[in-house]
């Protein structure tokens, strides 16, 4: 059985940062692409990052130079550092990844960032 745990979000001020941690069971993070989204109230579900298995990351153009995503395949976990943080960025992310293997996708049930100003 595959699970995606989100970790990591939380309440910060405007100009802080936080560390979004996805931890994976069941499927290995480091042979598959993975992508962290991000919901805000009222919005579309937006993607945020992809690390993908071989290549450069990617970014969305409202995060790019403040956010990072990263592996541990050691501890089967992508990490999303996020910097410089503004209101805007409240929202719940997600973590997401498909398994060519099984050609099937998988969703964390997410985490709630909220940033204040």
């Known amino acids: 059985q595959v699970q995606l745990v989100e970790s990591g979000g939380g309440l910060v001020q405007a100009g802080g940062s936080l560390r979004l941690s996805c931890a994976a069971s069941?499927?290995?993070?480091?042979?598959?692409?993975v992508s962290w989204y991000r919901q805000a109230p009222g919005k579309q579900r937006d993607l945020v990052a992809t690390?993908?298995?071989?290549?450069?990351?990617n970014y969305a153009d409202s995060v790019k130079g403040r956010f990072t995503i990263s592996r541990d395949n050691t501890k089967n976990t992508v990490v999303l550092q996020m910097n410089s943080l503004r209101p805007e960025d409240t929202a719940v992310y997600y973590c997401?990844?498909?398994?060519?293997?099984?050609?099937?996708?998988?969703w964390g049930k997410g985490t709630l960032v909220t940033v204040s100003s």
């Open positions: 997401y990844t498909y398994s060519v293997a099984t050609r099937t996708a998988y």
């Open positions: 690390i993908p298995r071989t290549g450069s990351t």
């Open positions: 069941g499927i290995i993070f480091s042979i598959n692409s």
